[in-house]
Antibody, heavy 123, light 108 residues
Framework: QVQLQESGPGLVKPSETLSLTCTVSGGSVSSAGYYWSWIRQPPGKGLEYIGYIYYTGSTTYNPSLKSRVTISVDTSKNQFSLRLSSVTTADTAVYFC???????????????WGLGTMVTVSS | SSELTQDPAVSVALGQTVRITCQGDGLRSYFATWYQQKPGQAPVLVIYGKNSRPSGIPDRFSASSSGSTASLTITGAQAEDEADYYCMSRDSSGDYWLFGGGTRLAVL
């Protein structure tokens, strides 16, 4: 079955760029009808959608983060990545990657999630 | 509107029925999906589409929708259903996804 695994530094300094990678196993990021997304959750708070990418490179982002976010995909490595620039302590969170499935009749669903990785922004 | 509103906390007696609601303008046009999250774990999809459950999700979980309100109902709540529940849908313009603030369910 498809599994997702986040990886990247657990500590980032303020004003620097947070970079995370999600590795997909048991499936392909190039599969039609699936999108690949990032979501985050600050400690003790709710979930926040960051953005998604399709294997063609098409992206959409949360407007509140759009100016600082870049999501990319590497089909040769079966991975997709998140870059968040100019981070502050408010960006401290657990970052999840997720697969988004789409069906004409049932719409979109974030059906498979990685375990998440904690990223702390601190000097 | 760019918000999905959920009650912060709800409680239910063991074996009873509980409804968790989610309000937002986008729900007039788009399905809500529902996620269960237990402490220290990743969210799990429990409902998608009009009222579909992924494989492995018990049939005591169901969904409904009316106007700008979507609901998740647990019929015969079990102790293992104690968790945070999040709704998610599109904003009213359909440009991006939103999560509700989450509802913490206590099973008494």
């Amino acid at each position: 079955q498809v599994q997702l695994q986040e990886s990247g530094p657990g500590l980032v300094k303020p004003s620097e760029t947070l970079s995370l990678t999600c590795t997909v196993s048991g499936g392909s990021v190039s599969s039609a009808g699936y999108y690949w997304s990032w979501i985050r959750q600050p400690p003790g708070k709710g979930l926040e959608y960051i953005g998604y990418i399709y294997y063609t490179g098409s992206t959409t982002y949360n407007p509140s983060l759009k100016s600082r976010v870049t999501i990319s995909v590497d089909t040769s490595k079966n991975q997709f990545s998140l870059r968040l620039s100019s981070v502050t302590t408010a960006d401290t969170a657990v970052y999840f990657c997720a697969r988004v499935s789409y069906d004409l009749f049932t719409g979109y669903a974030f059906d498979i999630w990685g375990l998440g990785t904690m990223v702390t922004v601190s000097s | 509107s760019s918000e999905l509103t959920q009650d912060p906390a709800v409680s239910v007696a063991l074996g009873q029925t509980v409804r968790i609601t989610c309000q937002g303008d986008g729900l007039r046009s788009y399905f809500a999906t529902w996620y269960q999250q237990k402490p220290g774990q990743a969210p799990v999809l429990v409902i998608y589409g009009k009222n579909s459950r992924p494989s492995g999700i018990p049939d005591r979980f169901s969904a409904s929708s009316s106007g700008s309100t979507a609901s998740l109902t647990i019929t015969g709540a079990q102790a293992e259903d104690e968790a945070d529940y999040y709704c998610m849908s599109r904003d009213s313009s359909g440009d991006y996804w939103l999560f509700g603030g989450g509802t913490r369910l206590a099973v008494l």
